[in-house]
């Protein structure tokens, strides 16, 4: 039975060790550390089986800025479900509760750079289509958009800006 709760303090060490074994690297463990430290990760939450951290989920703050205005949005990264425990809807369930939870907290708007294969199941569309760019090089089809509250983009564009641990991220 796999349960699903925000992170804890104690969950911290192996949130690291997660997101370093899904990714093969530690730029994931650390992006999230460094996220964390500077209280940027608006919403964490882990899957737990059997007393074990076996997937990790987090979303931190974008701002979309265009010439005339910018609004605030949230991006999806990482998420990790440890290679042995893959293949088993673990995934999905982080996914479920971390939009669900973004939701009742009152964003509007989720962004990420992932699989195109994977995250249209959820919803996500390219950003492209409704005119947002990527501040990051990112192929069209991996750089993707959830609207949380339908129409939330309505009349909007502009580019995605990223918090500056992403850029040290991407620097790496």
């Given at each position: 039975m796999i349960k699903i709760h925000p992170e804890t303090p104690e969950d911290i060490e192996a949130i690291g060790c997660v997101n370093e074994q899904a990714f093969g690297k530690q730029q994931e463990?650390?992006?999230?550390?460094?996220?964390?430290?500077?209280?940027?990760?608006i919403v964490s939450l882990v899957a737990v089986k059997e007393r074990e951290v076996v997937g990790h989920i987090a979303f931190s703050p974008v701002a979309v800025e265009s010439e005339k205005d910018s609004f605030p949005a949230i991006t999806l990264a990482p998420l990790a479900v440890l290679p042995d425990c893959q293949k088993q809807g673990i995934g999905t369930m982080l996914m479920d509760a971390g939009l669900d939870y973004c939701r009742k907290l009152g964003h509007e708007v989720v962004f990420l750079v992932g699989h195109p294969q994977y995250y249209p199941r959820f919803g996500f569309i390219k950003a492209g289509?409704?005119?947002?760019?990527?501040?990051?090089?990112?192929?069209?089809?991996?750089?993707?958009?959830?609207?949380?509250q339908p129409g939330a983009l309505a009349g909007r564009k502009g580019m995605v800006r990223f918090q500056p641990e992403f850029h040290e991220a991407i620097k790496r």
């Open positions: 463990k650390e992006l999230v550390d460094k996220l964390r430290r500077h209280g940027k990760l289509e409704k005119g947002i760019k990527c501040e990051f090089e990112a192929p069209p089809e991996a750089f993707m958009l959830l609207e949380l």
